[in-house]
């Protein structure tokens, strides 16, 4: 028990050292943030796009919604399977 503690501790000790030097070293380097404004600026334009495509299908299920319920009750998909007799 105390040794998975003493784990867990010596983890998060050694996580927050190495957030620490990611964050000093990311403040110096002007190229690092300009990368990252390219990644942010296409996750932006990958959402706007995916967006759009479930606008478009949104619209599609609108669609056939309406046709499905304006066609007369008695009609079936299938063509000719009401029975005969």
């Avoid at 390219?38 to 309406?66: D, H, N, P, W, Y």
Wanted: charged letters at 30%; a neutral charge; proline letters at 4%.
């Amino acid at each position: 028990m105390i040794s998975g503690v003493m784990f867990l501790a010596t983890v998060a000790l050694i996580a927050a050292v190495v957030v620490r030097l990611m964050d000093r070293r990311a403040d110096g380097d002007p190229r690092s943030l300009q990368r990252l404004e390219e990644r942010v600026a296409r996750l932006e334009g990958t959402i706007e796009s995916m967006s759009s495509e479930m606008e478009r299908l949104g619209e599609g299920q609108r669609f056939m919604t309406k046709l499905l319920s304006e066609r007369p009750h008695g009609a079936s998909g299938a063509g000719g399977t009401e029975p005969r007799g």
